[in-house]
């Protein structure tokens, strides 16, 4: 499949003790709830280099020194909320020549590159593609 004119955008929070997955938090505890979230995220990192795209890695706040991912444009998210903050980085991609793209968060471990490329796959024919989440987000 060609994934030509096609990317990723990864939107994923500062790994920050007591601001990642503080719902699960409440019961693990901060410093689990961390230990879990650097899981997911690199489980969602390790799916999307499976597929041979442009990936852009917005992080919520800040990118530090010590983030280096080679097969990524890192980049920050820009806007009051996060409808706004996936509108603009879908326009930067849009306006950047880009014809589909597919934004996904960093904790579903039910993830896997099938799924996204059956995405791009659907995206030829529809101009929306959303995927289930059984978790409510």
Known sequence: MSLYNSAIIIF?????KGRVKTRLAATIGDEEALK????????THQVCLELDCPKFL?????????E???????RV????????????????????????ILILGTDCAELDATILKKAFKDLKNEEVVIGPARDGG
Request: proline residues 0%; negative net charge.
């Open 36 to 43: 879990v979230y650097r899981l997911l995220t690199e489980y």
């Open 12 to 16: 994923q929070k500062n790994a920050q």
């Open 77 to 100: 998210q820009d806007g009051k909320d996060l409808g706004e903050r996936m509108k603009n980085a879908f326009e930067a991609l849009f306006e950047a020549g880009y014809e589909k």
């Open 58 to 66: 917005y992080f919520s706040d800040f990118i530090t020194d010590s």
């Open 68 to 74: 280096s991912r080679d097969h990524y444009e890192l």
